[in-house]
């Protein structure tokens, strides 16, 4: 069964470092996103992106946060100044297309600042 | 984007048939139902997905009646490994670029 993965599994870093969550969707996806769960609340959208470029965001998607797809497979979400309150699970998702068929969910990256 | 209302928890014994009920007043005519089923430090993973009246898989079925401002999943026969988060979406066919999920039920298997 095909899947997506994300890189790495789990990554602390500094507070105010900057981190790159990387994740290969699923090949013959067009459409790709990046929630983010923090420990025992629900998962939260924070951007969806089509066609190079951003779809929709969220409010919690703000000046620190980018996304890029530098290839014709990887698609990454950069934290520029990490923050104590951006620790989560950090879930890439891809789907072939939106709101009718199923999102494939990677594994996630659990972000730990410090 | 329908705003979704499901039990926060449910308990439930091995063996036992599961239905967890989901309210969607504000679905729109474009709108499909989708379910997903979350473990711990897990990604959600797609369980099922209908428009209206029954939809069944390997793994559940889901019951949507004709005015569509709910929806159920049945879960038949559950394990110890079904004790997951079940979450109950609704997102149209267009247009939509986000799949939001709300709080979710906890369903916990008990032996």
């Known amino acids: 069964e095909p899947e997506v993965t994300q890189t790495p599994s789990h990554q602390v870093t500094q507070m105010g470092q900057e981190v790159i969550l990387r994740c290969v969707p699923i090949?013959?996806?067009?459409?790709f996103y990046w929630y983010r769960q923090i420990l025992g609340q629900k998962v939260e959208f924070l951007v969806s992106?089509?066609?190079?470029?951003?779809?929709?965001k969220s409010e919690i998607f703000d000046d620190q946060f980018s996304v890029e797809r530098p290839d014709g497979s990887n698609f990454t979400l950069k934290i520029r100044s990490t923050k104590l309150e951006d620790s989560a699970m950090y879930f890439c998702?891809?789907?072939?297309?939106?709101?009718?068929?199923?999102?494939?969910f990677g594994q996630g990256t659990r972000l730990t600042v410090v | 984007l329908a705003k979704t209302t499901q039990p926060i928890s449910m308990d439930s014994y091995e063996g036992q048939e599961v239905n967890i009920t989901c309210s969607h007043n504000n679905i729109a005519t474009n709108d499909y139902i989708t379910w997903y089923q979350q473990f711990p430090s897990q990604g959600p993973r797609f369980i099922i997905q209908?428009?209206?009246t029954k939809v069944t898989n390997e793994v559940a079925s889901l019951f949507i009646p004709a005015d569509r401002k709910s929806s159920t999943l049945s879960l038949p026969r559950v394990s110890l490994s079904d004790t997951a988060v079940y979450y109950c979406l609704v997102a149209n066919t267009s247009g939509t670029y986000k799949y939001i999920f709300g709080t979710g039920t906890r369903l916990k298997v008990l032996a």
């Open positions: 090949s013959n996806h067009l459409y």
């Open positions: 992106f089509y066609n190079n470029e951003i779809s929709e």
């Open positions: 998702a891809s789907s072939a297309k939106t709101g009718r068929t199923e999102a494939f």
């Open positions: 209908g428009y209206k």
